[in-house]
T-cell receptor
């Protein structure tokens, strides 16, 4: 089945540094990937939609310059948390849609998730 | 705009007992519905989905859900739970009629199976 690999699974960094998280679709091509942020005991909050070869679409309230997204190929999207601060500490999860050939609407496509990356900013 | 409600934030249940996790949605268009499970410190895994056809959907690990359009519900059930079912469960909805490519997640229900 479709697999999404996310790396690193956990990272600790000092305040003011930048951290890059990678999301790879291993056995399928993903023109669109999604980045979520999840606080403890809470649901997933969509941060942005990553589009291959074009700019990401950010959700309202998400700082574009803070969370840089690059989707340079059909199998790789990266999220860079720039000048990280302790309030950026969170669980970040990426996902990609697996195309459903029977349905034309993208809403029918199942999301395949990476295992998540836990960021701790000291 | 679409939204998803999961009325129960926490559900404790004894091992081998049945469980139902409730999900209600609101939408002005037809929707696709999903249930995902999240184990601690992991990403989400698809349990089951409703796209069309039979309103009773069977998924992995013995779970099933029933789509009720009149009640705008998609409750998840399992007749006999195991300790390994302890996890966070998310109901999700996406638009079936447009090219709008976004999934809305509910707040989640934490299922705790008690030995």
């Amino acid at each position: 089945g479709a697999v999404v690999s996310q790396h690193p699974s956990w990272v600790i960094c000092k305040s003011g540094t930048s951290v890059k998280i990678e999301c790879r679709s291993l056995d399928f091509q993903a023109t669109t990937m999604f980045w979520y942020r999840q606080f403890p005991k809470q649901s997933l909050m969509l941060m942005a939609t990553s589009n291959e070869g074009s700019k990401a679409t950010y959700e309202q309230g998400v700082e574009k310059d803070k969370f840089l997204i690059n989707h340079a190929s059909l199998t790789l999207s990266t999220l860079t948390v720039t000048s990280a601060h302790p309030e950026d500490s969170s669980f970040y999860i990426c996902s990609a849609r697996v195309q459903n050939d029977r349905f034309t609407s993208p809403g029918a496509n199942v999301l395949t998730f990476g295992a998540g990356s836990r960021l701790t900013v000291l | 705009a679409q939204s998803v409600t999961q009325l129960d934030s926490q559900v404790p249940v004894f091992e081998e007992a049945p469980v139902e996790l409730r999900c209600n949605y609101s939408s002005s268009v037809s929707v696709y519905l999903f249930w995902y499970v999240q184990y601690p410190n992991q990403g989400l895994q698809l349990l089951l989905k409703y796209l069309s056809g039979s309103t009773l959907v069977k998924g992995i690990n013995g779970f099933e859900a029933e789509f009720n359009k009149s009640q705008t519900s998609f409750h998840l059930r399992k007749p006999s739970v195991h300790i390994s079912d302890t996890a966070e469960y998310f109901c999700a909805v996406s638009d079936s009629k447009t090219s709008y490519d976004k999934v809305i997640f509910g707040p989640g229900t934490s299922l705790s199976v008690i030995p």
